[in-house]
């Protein structure tokens, strides 16, 4: 195999882990829905991963080495064995990841041929997130902002208004920490949201392509205050309904990246009784415009 030269970018989760991004193709980078750091210095203390995108044919990186064949799904990461986990995307690429050593292998040849939306949602966030779980990370599919120092996790079903209701809160000077993943982190029973640097992606109708916008960052990690589950139903008035553990842990167990196996969902688990102390837990029903809704949320941060 001859070896290519590598390029390499640093996207850093929160404060104290970098992801270093390489690739054979240096336009590769900014398909991929990150930002990255580039002032980042390889001597700060950090959790460190590895994820190496190939997109020439002999690209020059040995994949890991295991007893074990590869196997392939339909979607998403599928076959979780050895310390090895293997996936395709509906025939587009290939990942290999190995938790043990925390590195990711992608080999997508055609990376180029696909929209940019395709390999940051379909092929690139399942990857960050198993990274991120190796990590003990947990990942939500969430918006997340700050508010005066603490964190808002914002949950619900795909189209129900996360991203207006994202947008006005932006708008009302919260700080930006997560589009559509939030990551959580949980010490001394206390849970944080990381900083997830990504593009903001927007619709600006159903027949096109959503468009991408850079936000600020100025928090890189704030404590968890408060999680609104969205549920805007039919027919149903407006109203901001606090609800128990029990209701909240439900809910945000369905809210959980898809390939998840056993061990992520017991660490998903302990997240969520540790969120019942500290945390507040709302349902905001009903569909509404997204500037109440804003106004009802921030209302309630202020007690």
Same mark, same amino acid.
């Given at each position: 195999?001859?070896?290519?030269?590598? /390029?390499?970018?640093?996207?850093?989760?929160?404060?104290?882990?970098?992801?270093?991004?390489?690739?054979?193709?240096?336009?590769?980078?900014?398909?991929?829905?990150?930002?990255?750091?580039?002032? #980042?210095?390889?001597?700060?203390?950090?959790?460190?991963?590895?994820?190496?995108?190939?997109?020439?044919?002999?690209?020059?990186?040995?994949?890991?080495?295991?007893?074990?064949?590869? #196997?392939?799904?339909?979607?998403?990461?599928?076959?979780?064995?050895?310390?090895?986990?293997?996936?395709?995307?509906?025939?587009?690429?290939?990942?290999?990841?190995?938790?043990?050593?925390?590195?990711?292998?992608?080999?997508?040849?055609?990376?180029?041929? /696909?929209?940019?939306?395709?390999?940051?949602?379909?092929?690139?966030?399942?990857?960050?997130?198993?990274?991120?779980?190796?990590?003990?990370?947990?990942?939500?599919?969430?918006?997340?902002?700050?508010?005066?120092?603490?964190?808002?996790?914002?949950?619900?079903?795909?189209?129900?208004?996360?991203?207006?209701?994202?947008?006005?809160?932006?708008?009302?000077?919260?700080?930006?920490?997560?589009?559509?993943?939030?990551?959580?982190?949980?010490?001394?029973?206390?849970?944080?949201?990381?900083?997830?640097?990504?593009?903001?992606?927007?619709?600006?109708?159903?027949?096109?392509?959503?468009?991408?916008?850079?936000?600020?960052?100025?928090?890189?990690?704030?404590?968890?205050?408060?999680?609104?589950?969205?549920?805007?139903?039919?027919?149903?008035?407006?109203?901001?309904?606090?609800?128990?553990?029990?209701?909240?842990?439900?809910?945000?167990?369905?809210?959980?990246?898809?390939?998840?196996?056993?061990?992520?969902?017991?660490?998903?688990?302990?997240?969520?009784? +540790?969120?019942?102390?500290?945390?507040?837990? /709302?349902?905001?029903?009903?569909?509404?415009?997204?500037?109440?809704? +804003?106004?009802?949320?921030?209302?309630?941060?202020?007690?």
């Amino acid at each position: 195999m001859n070896s290519l030269p590598l /390029y390499r970018r640093v996207s850093r989760i929160g404060d104290s882990i970098a992801v270093n991004v390489y690739s054979d193709n240096e336009n590769v980078f900014e398909r991929l829905g990150l930002l990255y750091d580039d002032r #980042f210095s390889p001597d700060e203390p950090c959790l460190s991963m590895a994820l190496y995108i190939v997109t020439c044919l002999d690209g020059g990186i040995e994949l890991p080495v295991v007893e074990t064949p590869v #196997f392939h799904g339909d979607m998403l990461l599928v076959i979780d064995e050895g310390g090895m986990r293997y996936s395709d995307y509906a025939g587009r690429a290939l990942s290999v990841f190995s938790k043990l050593s925390r590195r990711a292998v992608l080999d997508c040849p055609r990376l180029f041929d /696909y929209h940019p939306d395709f390999v940051a949602i379909n092929v690139m966030r399942p990857l960050m997130e198993d990274l991120l779980a190796s990590a003990g990370c947990l990942t939500i599919h969430a918006a997340s902002v700050a508010v005066n120092g603490q964190a808002i996790m914002i949950a619900g079903p795909t189209g129900c208004g996360k991203s207006t209701l994202l947008d006005k809160l932006l708008e009302s000077g919260a700080a930006f920490l997560a589009d559509d993943r939030s990551v959580l982190t949980e010490s001394g029973g206390s849970v944080t949201v990381e900083l997830f640097p990504e593009h903001i992606r927007r619709s600006i109708s159903r027949d096109r392509p959503k468009t991408r916008t850079v936000p600020e960052l100025s928090v890189r990690t704030a404590p968890l205050r408060a999680v609104f589950f969205l549920d805007p139903g039919d027919g149903v008035e407006v109203a901001l309904r606090r609800i128990g553990p029990s209701e909240s842990a439900a809910r945000l167990m369905g809210h959980l990246p898809p390939q998840y196996g056993q061990p992520e969902l017991d660490h998903a688990a302990d997240i969520a009784t +540790c969120l019942h102390g500290s945390t507040e837990a /709302y349902v905001l029903e009903g569909w509404g415009d997204p500037g109440a809704w +804003c106004s009802m949320i921030l209302e309630r941060m202020r007690y």
